[in-house]
Every structure is written in C-alpha cells, then in structure tokens.
C-alpha cells in the first residue's frame, strides 16, 4: 500500500524559513514526477514547483527566487526549502507523485506565516 507523509509545516513570521518534507513508502520503483501544491484559505488548489527525475526542476512565479524543490530518487522523497515567506504563502500543502497515469496525494501540511 503505497503512502504518502508530509511533515515540516508550521507557524512561521514574515521573512522566515520553513523545510518541508514528503515521504513516500510501499513504491518498488524511482517515481518519475514528484510535485508540491498548496491551497489557501477560499481559494483553488495551486501548482507550486515540481521536479523530475534526473532534478530538472520548475517554480510557479510565486515561487521563484524563494522556493527550492529538492528529492531524492533512491528514497522516493521530496522536500521544499521555502525562504523568505510571506503572509500569502499561507496555505495548506500538498505532495504530489505522478508515475505515468497514475498519481497519489498526500494529506497535506498546514503552513501558516504570520507575525
């Protein structure tokens, strides 16, 4: 059974740093795509940066400049170094694994940046 845990979310002030964390277990095999998404309070759920096998790498532009997506192939995990967050980085975060046509969902980590 294949399970997916985020760890790493928390309450942060304006201009702080978090590091999350996605874990995935039960996959025998390197999962191709591994992505982070968030979703704030009233809104739709966003992509946020995802990265590939090999590391290629790609940040929404809220992102850039701040966020770093990291993994590692042999574990089947993903981290997001998040720097100089905002308070509109509030969101609850999400770790997506796509292999092909299929994909799983994590439960998500709740990032709250606020003074």
């Known amino acids: 059974q294949v399970q997916v845990v985020e760890s790493g979310g928390g309450l942060v002030q304006p201009g702080g740093s978090l590091r999350l964390s996605c874990a995935a277990s039960?996959?025998?095999?390197?999962?191709?795509?591994m992505s982070w998404y968030r979703q704030a309070p009233g809104k739709e759920r966003e992509w946020v940066a995802g990265?590939?096998?090999?590391?290629?790498?790609k940040y929404a532009d809220s992102a850039k400049g701040r966020f770093t997506i990291s993994r590692d192939d042999a574990q089947n995990t993903v981290w997001l170094q998040m720097d100089r967050l905002k308070p509109e980085d509030t969101a609850v975060y999400y770790c997506?694994?796509?292999?092909?046509?299929?994909?799983?969902w994590g439960q998500g980590t709740l990032v709250t940046v606020s003074s």
């Open positions: 997506n694994l796509r292999h092909g046509s299929a994909e799983v």
């Open positions: 039960g996959i025998k095999f390197t999962v191709n795509a």
């Open positions: 990265i590939i096998i090999g590391g290629r790498s």
